[in-house]
């Protein structure tokens, strides 16, 4: 039972062009989300999170949005560069799991130069 | 430099064998973790680590053993591998701030069960 669902194991996009990535979860107790990028060979890296509470939290380039009602959140890159290209992972925990993190499936994103 | 260590990068080994694949952090961090990655599941938790001495089972931990005798070091034992084993693992740290604190991941290890 696949918690936290990344859809398109693929994005391509060309570069100085935004790139979006989305999620969405079906358990209501997560409390923060947390996306993660991952080159090949790597293990992962943290880029961006929210809590709950907020449905929006920028870092430079990255935004994270967050829809609570429809359980799904999205990563913009703005504009994407080709060092962008990476396995990008959402990730969620609940306040009270361990601070376990269970991750999607993973997106590749190719940017075209 | 912060980081997570494992060892080894790669291992290749037969059914049975027992291994440990050591993991070492460096940034004083309480919680540690381990991860598996498989084609089409993302990473699922093994096992994890909120101090010393204290450990529990995560989502998938049949067939493995861990422990924790000091902060730093967090070995994933395989008592008796097999083939169903094979994966890419994972080890991470965080400071235990509570949910939502990043966790640092080691550059992976990938055993191959034969």
């Known amino acids: 039972d696949q918690q936290v669902k990344q859809n398109s194991p693929s994005l391509s996009v060309q570069e100085g062009r935004i790139s979006i990535l989305n999620c969405d979860y079906t358990n209501s107790m997560f409390d923060y989300f947390l996306w993660y990028k991952k080159y090949p060979a790597e293990g992962p890296t943290f880029l961006i999170s929210?809590?709950?509470?907020?449905d929006k939290n920028e870092d430079g380039r990255f935004t994270v949005f967050l829809n609570k009602s429809a359980k799904h959140l999205s990563l913009h890159i703005v504009p994407s560069q080709p060092g962008d290209s990476a396995v990008y992972f959402c990730?969620?925990?609940?306040?009270?799991?361990?601070?376990?993190?269970?991750f999607g499936t993973g997106t590749r994103l190719t940017i075209i130069p | 430099e912060a980081q997570v260590t494992q060892n080894p990068r790669y291992l290749i080994t037969v059914t049975g064998k027992k291994l440990t694949v050591t993991c070492s952090q460096n940034?004083?961090?309480?919680?540690m973790s381990w991860y598996r990655q498989d084609p089409g599941l993302g990473l699922r938790q093994i096992y994890y680590?909120?101090?010393?001495?204290?450990?529990d089972k995560g989502d998938v931990p049949e067939g493995y053993k861990v422990s924790r005798k000091e902060k730093r070091n967090f070995p994933l034992i395989l008592e008796s591998p097999s083939p169903n084993q094979t994966s890419l693992y994972f080890c991470?740290?965080?400071?235990?701030?509570?949910?939502?604190?990043?966790?640092?991941f080691g550059d992976g290890t990938r055993l191959s069960i034969l």
């Open positions: 929210i809590s709950s509470i907020k």
């Open positions: 990730a969620a925990s609940e306040v009270f799991g361990n601070e376990k993190l269970t």
């Open positions: 991470a740290s965080s400071s235990s701030g509570g949910a939502g604190q990043p966790q640092h």
């Open positions: 680590s909120m101090n010393v001495e204290v450990t």
């Open positions: 940034m004083n961090h309480e919680y």
